[in-house]
């Protein structure tokens, strides 16, 4: 624990010190010279998100970093008093756009033994005027994130720059939270059925995927972790093969080339299992063909395939 803490600070510390500006690949250099040891390499990034940001003047001057905080200080939270006394303040929001790196190492022989680092790029941009006078929200939250309102260019207010978010030892992970926590057994089974399965002769699991982190407060207030698996593969994702119309030689044909085409043998196993739009057809259709004249799929694959069928996950 002290020596995962120590990281922690010198994670936080090194991207204090760097800027974002000189690229991804100068990040990854100097996480690995502070991490030596780690055959750390980035994973993915994954953008498209932001968070709340402040409030700058109309030369785009901080006025505050934190919308809410402000609203509250300056108008105890009252959406007419703030209308009123802001109407002509030409100030506007801002928000965090963001990207996250993905970092990874592999720390032993199992599926599960590697080590996520998680590091927020983020930049301030505009995102609205703080007053429109043809728009007046319902309430306070519907005016500190709205969902339905035209937004401005999201013109830069700062440079861009690192944060560092988490750093993890998923083994570690999967050990501390609870056995009953269905998210976690069924990532368990999922590192389980990979490490049986002939994808593990492939490159580590942690060169193939990470693990999406959410923080949550279970129904005892416990802080937990929700993990979901996603694939690192660059580019667009092949669609699984169709298991509704494709049988035998077709059929066999089709996974394999999946396979190929993402990196790895039982690919499309995985990867059916992580889909939000899971296509079960495809598993269903190979073990059809497996009860019958046909026979391409390596035994541990089979046998893991059979245990999937008497007991359907997903991840």
């Known amino acids: 624990m002290i020596a995962m803490l120590k990281k922690q600070e010198h994670l936080v510390e090194l991207c204090n010190r760097l800027s974002a500006i000189d690229g991804r690949e100068r990040l990854e250099e100097a996480l690995q010279s502070t991490l030596q040891g780690l055959d750390l390499k980035w994973a993915m990034t994954r953008g498209g998100w932001h968070r709340l940001g402040g409030v700058v003047d109309g030369n785009y001057a901080p006025v505050s970093p934190n919308l809410t905080k402000w609203v509250d200080e300056t108008a105890g ?3 007419d008093e703030l209308f009123f006394n802001y109407r002509d303040s030409g100030y506007f929001v801002t928000q965090l756009a963001g990207k996250s790196h993905y970092f990874t190492a592999p720390t032993g022989e199992r599926p599960d033994q590697f080590v996520q680092i998680e590091i927020e790029e983020l930049q301030e941009v505009i995102e609205r005027p703080l007053i429109d006078r043809d728009w007046y929200p319902d309430n306070l939250e519907e005016f500190l994130d709205p969902l339905d309102y035209p937004r401005l260019e999201p013109e830069p207010v700062t440079p861009p720059f690192y944060r560092f978010r988490r750093i993890m030892e998923i083994d570690k992970l999967l050990e501390d939270q609870a056995e009953s926590e269905r998210n976690l057994g069924d990532l368990r089974r999922f590192f389980n ?50 298991g509704e119309r494709l049988t035998g030689a077709s059929l066999a044909n089709a996974i394999h080339g999946y396979d190929r085409l993402v990196g790895y043998p039982f690919a499309w196993f995985f990867h059916m299992l992580s889909s939000k739009s899971s296509n079960y057809a495809v598993a269903e259709a190979v073990l059809r063909d497996q009860m019958g004249a046909y026979d391409y799929l390596p035994a541990r694959d089979l046998k893991v395939l059979r245990r999937w069928e008497e007991r359907p996950y997903s991840v």
């Open 193 to 242: 059925d990979w490490g049986e399965s002939s994808a593990s002769e492939g490159d580590d699991f942690c060169r193939q995927w990470v693990l999406l982190l959410r923080d949550y407060q279970d129904a005892y207030g416990e802080l937990r972790i929700h993990a979901r698996p996603m694939t690192a593969l660059h580019g667009g994702l092949p669609d699984l093969p169709d």
């Open 77 to 79: 939270g009252d959406l």
